[in-house]
């Protein structure tokens, strides 16, 4: 009996009757990250850990080292901290900003018995130490939400990396789920229709609407990363939604890097075509990104308006990223609750 009762887990202070809080669910928000400042010296902390992983960059791993030691991170950080100081805020990055607004949204909509945490894959506040405070609090059940609504190796993939790699040394794994796309959502559906519905409203109809998704070499697809599909679905049912004709719309894909075949179109050569077709009033948006960030506010609402002006492009607006709309709150909190039903009913 003694021993028994040395085996108890009264011993540990997390479930010792004193301690231990009400049972919640955590959630955990997941996203890209960003660099701490916008400076060189934080862009290159950044950038190393965003480019050592190898599920963002597929290559033989001693050359990639030798590549981005002695390449990418000497040059790199200094000419992407003057595009994140063109985004940057008073509070801070935008994604980052948006990020806590969504997780203080969600935390309401939810209530007290949920915990919701946020963790960036790169950066801070990380998955690990976001992990560690549900630990703390006593958490037996896990949700994770990689904010990416498409699939992708190098988002989601790589968010589960972390997630696992941070529970490996518990003791105590938690009961865990893990929400790996939301791309056919209904709600999320909808939220996507709505911001292009009420952009419609008030700046009239474009002539072509573009659905610009991040890239990705198109060797992931061929190796089966679904991302490509994924986004071609949530195009398609968001056209639907609005009642568009296939010609109103198109998807592309934006942000590729080195020299390797992406997937196509590209938005910037898209972009740079268009006006010699006739098409010179459009309206872009990224479905992809859950928050406007470096990649929306710098490149396509700024950079990408250029190359569309410059080709004799006339009339050029941008379509922000869902952020912390109530529609896509409620998308995602409802998306949450099911799986949480889901579980329960097993």
């Known amino acids: 009996m003694n021993q028994f009762r ?17 049972a919640k669910v955590g959630l955990l928000l997941t996203n890209l990250g960003t660099p701490d400042a916008p400076n060189a010296s934080a862009l ?40 994140y100081q063109s985004v940057w805020t008073s509070e801070g990055s935008p994604l980052l900003v948006i990020s806590k607004q969504q997780q203080q949204a969600i935390q309401v909509q939810l209530g007290d018995g949920f915990s919701v945490k946020l963790g960036m894959r790169y950066g801070n506040p990380s998955i690990a130490s976001a992990l560690r405070e549900l630990q703390s609090e006593g958490v037996r059940k896990i949700i994770v939400l990689p904010l990416y609504p498409q ?10 990396d972390a997630v696992a790699k941070e529970l490996s040394i ?27 519905r009420e952009h419609i409203e008030k700046n009239g109809k474009p002539q072509k609407i573009l659905f610009s998704y991040h890239g990705m070499p198109k060797r992931n697809l061929d ?6 599909c994924l986004c071609i679905k949530t195009t398609r049912l968001v056209a639907e939604k609005l009642g568009l004709n296939k010609d109103d719309y198109m998807a592309c894909f934006q942000s590729r890097f080195g020299y390797a075949e992406w997937l196509k179109p590209y938005t910037d050569e898209t972009l740079k075509s268009l006006p010699a077709e006739g098409i010179k009033n459009i309206a872009i948006l990224s479905p992809a990104f859950s928050a406007d960030c470096l990649e929306t506010l710098e490149e396509l609402a ?26 896509h709150i ?17």
Not at 171 to 195: K, M, T
Not at 302 to 320: C, L, M, S
């Open 6 to 22: 040395a085996l108890n887990y009264d011993v540990d202070p997390v479930f010792h009757s004193a301690n231990r809080p009400a």
């Open 44 to 83: 290159r902390r950044y950038l190393r850990e965003f480019l050592s992983d190898p599920r963002v960059i597929e290559i033989p791993r001693l050359a990639w080292m030798f590549i981005l030691h002695c390449i990418i991170l000497r040059v790199r950080p200094k000419k992407s901290a003057k595009l």
């Open 151 to 160: 699939y992708a190796a190098p988002t989601t993939g790589s968010s589960f």
């Open 170 to 196: 518990w003791r105590w794994v938690p009961e865990l789920h893990f929400i790996n796309n939301y791309c056919d959502q209904p709600l999320y559906i909808d939220a996507l229709a709505n911001s292009v």
């Open 223 to 228: 190796l089966g990363d679904p991302y490509y």
């Open 302 to 327: 700024v950079e990408n308006r250029h190359t569309f002006i410059e080709a004799g492009g006339e009339k050029y607006d941008y379509i922000p990223a869902l952020n912390d709309r109530a529609d």
């Open 330 to 346: 409620e998308a995602l909190v409802q998306l949450v609750k099911s799986k949480v039903c889901s579980q329960a009913s097993v």
